[in-house]
C-alpha cells in the first residue's frame, strides 16, 4: 500500500504547486480534507492541480464534484457521514476506489465495500493536540477483515515506522509529519518515503 498524505487542513499560498511537487516526488495517493472549507475553494484547488494526478485525489467532502473532475477516482467518507448516509451522491461508486475512517477496532467488522480505512489515532497525534493515541506498543491487528485494508493514522513518522508494520497496518498515512512546516514538507516526505519502503510494499 502506498504511502498516503492527507492536505493540511487549511488553505494556503502555493499549497496546489507544493502538492504536484509531491506528486512529482512519487506520491500516489492524497487525501483532500478540508473541514469547514466551502465548494469554490475546495473545487479552486483541485484545479491547481495537474490533471495528470487527479486519479490519485481521493475526496473528502464534496463528492459530486467528481463530475467536475472526471479522472478522480477516490472517495472518502469521513466516520460520522458513512454511518449516517453512505450513498453515491452524483458519482458512481461501482468505479470509484472508496476508503472510510474507523476508531475503534470493533468497528472493521461493520465495513463493506471499502477499499481501505484509516485507523487511529495510533500515537498522539502531531497536528492535533491533546488528539491521544489508542495503540500500544503491543497492539497486534485483527487479521478478520483482510479484504479492508487498515490504514494507521495520527502522530506516525520516520521513527516510529517500523513499529507501525509490526502491529499490522498495511499502510500509514501522514498529516503533521508533512504540513507542520510548510517549507519543509516537500524534503520530509521524500526522507519519510524511502524509510517508508523499507518496511511497506
Known amino acids: 500500500m502506498p504511502l498516503i498524505v492527507i492536505s493540511d487542513p487549511v488553505y494556503f499560498e502555493g499549497e496546489?504547486?507544493?502538492?504536484?511537487?509531491?506528486f512529482d516526488a512519487g506520491l500516489q495517493i492524497f487525501h483532500l480534507r478540508k473541514p469547514g472549507s466551502g465548494i469554490?475553494?475546495?473545487k479552486e484547488l483541485i484545479a491547481g492541480i495537474d490533471t495528470k494526478y487527479h486519479d490519485r485525489i481521493a475526496l473528502h467532502q464534496f463528492h459530486e464534484l467528481c463530475t467536475d473532475f472526471p479522472l478522480i477516482k477516490r472517495i472518502h467518507y469521513p466516520e460520522q457521514l458513512r454511518k449516517s448516509s453512505f450513498e453515491a451522491d452524483s458519482c458512481n461508486l461501482d468505479q470509484l476506489v472508496l476508503s472510510t475512517s474507523v476508531h475503534q477496532l470493533s468497528d472493521l467488522k461493520e465495513l463493506k465495500g471499502f477499499d481501505y480505512t484509516f485507523y487511529g489515532p495510533v500515537?498522539?497525534?502531531i497536528s492535533k493536540l491533546g488528539y491521544t493515541g489508542q495503540s500500544k506498543a503491543d497492539l497486534v491487528l485483527p487479521d478478520q477483515n483482510k479484504s479492508v485494508k487498515i490504514i494507521g493514522l495520527g502522530g506516525i513518522n520516520h521513527q516510529n515506522l517500523k513499529e507501525a508494520k509490526q502491529m499490522g497496518f498495511h499502510g500509514i498515512a501522514v498529516l503533521g509529519t508533512i504540513w507542520n512546516d510548510p517549507s519543509a514538507a516537500l524534503t520530509n516526505y521524500k526522507t519519510l518515503l524511502i524509510?517508508?519502503?523499507?518496511?511497506?510494499n
Open 16 to 22: 496546489s504547486s507544493l502538492i504536484n511537487l509531491l
Open 40 to 42: 469554490l475553494n475546495y
Open 123 to 125: 500515537y498522539n497525534s
Open 195 to 200: 524509510k517508508y519502503k523499507n518496511y511497506f
